[in-house]
């Protein structure tokens, strides 16, 4: 098993930034990637980012590209996301999640998930 405890989340005006962290225990040598989605309000979750561990290999979605960075600390088994230039619309809950599969964007192929971590971007 491997857990995923998210931290970072909070209140911020829009323009703002955050970065959330997470931190993985457990079989973390069992997992390849390390993803980051959000879910709005009456939304469907919706990939952000995600990481390869063994080679820094990223990507990011539509919505976030250019404005998120996904970095990692293997040493420390921890992921970042830094969320710069926030928009109202970036407000959801962050979830971390993990898998065995390399470069996996939808969230269905990810194997273990964290709680979540509020985000919410005022006007």
């Known amino acids: 098993q491997v857990q995923l405890v998210e931290s970072g989340g909070g209140l911020v005006q829009a323009g703002g930034s955050l970065r959330l962290s997470c931190a993985a225990s457990g079989r973390t040598f069992s997992t390849l990637t390390m993803g980051w989605f959000r879910r709005a309000p009456g939304k469907e979750r919706e990939f952000v980012a995600l990481t390869v561990w063994s080679d820094a290999s990223t990507a990011y979605g539509n919505s976030v590209k250019g404005r998120f960075t996904i970095s990692r600390d293997n040493a420390k088994n921890t992921v970042y996301l830094q969320m710069n230039s926030l928009k109202p619309e970036d407000t959801a809950v962050y979830y971390c999640?993990?898998?065995?599969?390399?470069?996996?964007?939808?969230?269905?192929?990810?194997?273990?998930w964290g709680q979540g971590t509020q985000v919410t971007v005022s006007s």
């Open positions: 999640a993990a898998t065995r599969r390399r470069f996996a964007t939808i969230d269905g192929l990810y194997d273990y």
